[in-house]
């Protein structure tokens, strides 16, 4: 059967998109949405302050790009699309993040390029009256005016432009070829991120691999959009940085140090440049925080001088623009390094140790005594810093979930996670604002403050936690959490922190009879594979753990575990179990 691919996205959707229309009464009607008179009010203040926000930026209309607030207001601006889609396309696949669209359908009309395409949906019953041709500055660029009476009302322009939208006509063995390429790739991507993280066994290779994750040649698209490949290009180099991270989180600053610095100085000499900065400037903030949770204050400081140059010739040589802005920008105005800067130093503070070491505590005053530093980075951290210092400033960021380590480390077996940047129980700010929620949530905020033993109230993190407590960490924390008597109370937990209420027939429960703990893992397999490894641990290492040492070959043998593990993944017998007896 011949198939219909389409990708499309809108054109400086967030830009263009004016949240007004979400108080039209006719829209809220249109969605079949009942409000009472509370409701009626925090949504009008929800949709003020998102105008307000707007007000104040150069456009002067628009929403925040990466505030999940906006993404609401965006899925409810298309509710008309996926309408018209589902009772006049009536397709095979339809899937929509925001303005990101993949439709998939029969080509029974025989259609070979997008005009055609475009044409079929005007023709289909309300096609005209939604949608609209729109000619573009450029006389070869056509567009497509997505034109609903709620968007009209409110001044929004929602436009698909030709050059985002892609057609694929699949049939045959080429088409065939094409998807199971694609299915492939998936896979691979898929199994990366359930992945542990994997990096070159020498550091004179790190510079090595990351200008692979950063080259675009080569590059082999994961879905059909990808013609351009700057979404899997910062894919690559996001699953590089993630391995890192892994690292960072798991190890000792000291036994992966070679490769880390290289790692910064690959990033100092390759990324901070103009060609590379601004297609992964959104990562700079996580290897701020890497840099300084391992107090490599030396490496921070040749970051900051690369962004000071990379400043300088932005400045000099480069014609700033709004994408969605036809008028030119004055630099003086809108100085974007300032953000920039700020970005930095609250990237500083979320990550900075609660206690450094010696080398690191000079290495820190070194670095205070740079030019780059007094220069770029000391307004900007004297004025989100205050009077609380550093380790003041940090111990807040953490009590509010806000900093590099998650609050609930602090809950969680000393085994599990490493302790630095864990501030200390008896520092962390507490806070009331549990009295804003409702008493079903704030009932299992309280069990879990049990559970911790939090005996100064109730931190302010765990209120409105920004990487809560998963299921699994749960039942490590939770007292006897198998018994069925209990599940009650960890589904009260669950409500709290993530939403969702437990189902009690499905949670892993003990029982007694047997002696046995059920668990139910969908539907029961035929047969179950079990995988027994041998696994090397030396005499260093073996003593080291008996005297709750830190493991004198801690790199490698962290590297050997991921290795055999992501090789238990990889493997098509799809095994369940892996039995590590030495280790056990």
């Given amino acids: 059967k011949e198939v219909l691919a389409l990708t499309a996205d809108v054109s400086s959707f967030f830009h263009e998109l004016n949240p007004g229309f979400m108080q039209d009464p006719a829209f809220i009607k249109l969605i079949g949405v009942e409000l009472d008179q509370s409701q009626t009010r925090v949504h009008q203040l929800f949709i003020t302050a998102l105008e307000a926000w707007a007000k104040l930026t150069p456009l002067g209309k628009g929403l925040p790009v990466g505030l999940p607030a906006s993404a609401v207001v965006a899925n409810a601006a298309l509710f008309k699309l996926d309408q018209f889609i589902e009772q006049q396309v009536v397709p095979l696949y339809y899937g929509r993040y925001v303005d990101d669209i993949l439709l998939v359908m029969e080509n029974t009309s025989k259609i070979k390029n997008t005009y055609q395409f475009w044409d079929w949906i005007f023709n289909r019953d309300g096609g005209k009256d939604l949608f609209k041709w729109e000619h573009m500055d450029n006389p070869k660029e056509q567009a497509i005016l997505f034109k609903p009476d709620y968007l009209e009302t409110c001044s929004s322009r929602i436009v698909f432009t030709n050059n985002k939208n892609k057609l694929f006509v699949l049939s045959g063995a080429a088409g065939i070829a094409l998807v199971n390429a694609i299915s492939e790739q998936i896979n691979q991507r898929a199994s990366e991120w359930r992945s542990l993280p994997n990096l070159p066994d020498s550091a004179e290779s790190v510079a090595t691999d990351l200008l692979k994750a950063t080259s675009h040649i080569g590059e082999q698209a994961d879905n059909l959009r990808k013609t351009d490949a700057l979404t899997l290009h910062r894919a690559s180099f996001a699953l590089n940085l993630r391995d890192y991270e892994a690292y960072e989180r798991d190890l000792p600053p000291d036994s992966w140090k070679e490769h880390r610095h290289a790692f910064f100085d690959a990033v100092t000499g390759h990324l901070l440049t103009p060609i590379k900065f601004f297609e992964l400037a959104q990562y700079l903030p996580r290897i701020i925080r890497m840099a300084v949770a391992c107090e490599d204050f030396s490496y921070l400081g040749k970051m900051i001088k690369a962004l000071n140059k990379l400043t300088e010739t932005v400045k000099d040589h480069c014609t700033i623009s709004i994408k969605a802005l036809q008028s030119s920008l004055q630099y003086q105005q809108h100085e974007w390094w300032k953000t920039l800067y700020d970005a930095v130093a609250e990237s500083i503070i979320s990550s900075f140790p609660h206690k450094l070491c010696g080398e690191g505590e000079n290495a820190w005053d070194e670095f205070c005594n740079t030019l780059q530093f007094k220069k770029h980075l000391e307004s900007s951290l004297l004025k989100l810093v205050g009077r609380s210092g550093l380790q003041g400033a940090h111990t807040r960021l953490f009590s ?114 047997k002696r046995v703990l059920q668990i139910p893992d969908g539907e029961p397999k035929p047969k179950h594979t079990i995988a027994v490894s041998s696994w090397e641990t030396s005499g260093p290492s073996f003593v080291a753990a008996v005297m709750n040492k830190p493991d004198p070959d801690s790199r490698r043998r962290y590297q050997r575990l991921s290795r055999l593990i992501n090789e238990l993944i990889s493997r098509p017998d799809n095994s369940g179990y892996l039995i590590l007896p030495e280790l056990a």
């Fill in 400 to 513: 509010y979930d806000l900093a590099h380590i998650p609050l609930r480390f602090i809950g969680l077996p000393k085994e599990m996670v490493s302790q630095r940047g864990i501030v200390e129980r008896s520092k962390l700010i507490t806070s009331d604002a549990h009295e804003l929620l409702h008493g079903d949530i704030v009932e299992g905020i309280r069990i879990l403050v049990h559970w911790l033993r939090f005996k100064r109230g109730i931190p302010a993190g765990l209120n409105f936690a920004t990487r809560p407590f998963s299921l699994n960490e749960l039942y490590l924390i939770a007292p006897d959490p198998f018994n069925s008597l209990h599940c009650a109370k960890l589904s009260q937990v669950m409500q709290a922190l993530r939403g969702f209420e437990l189902t009690k027939y499905k949670m892993p429960h003990w029982d007694k009879s």
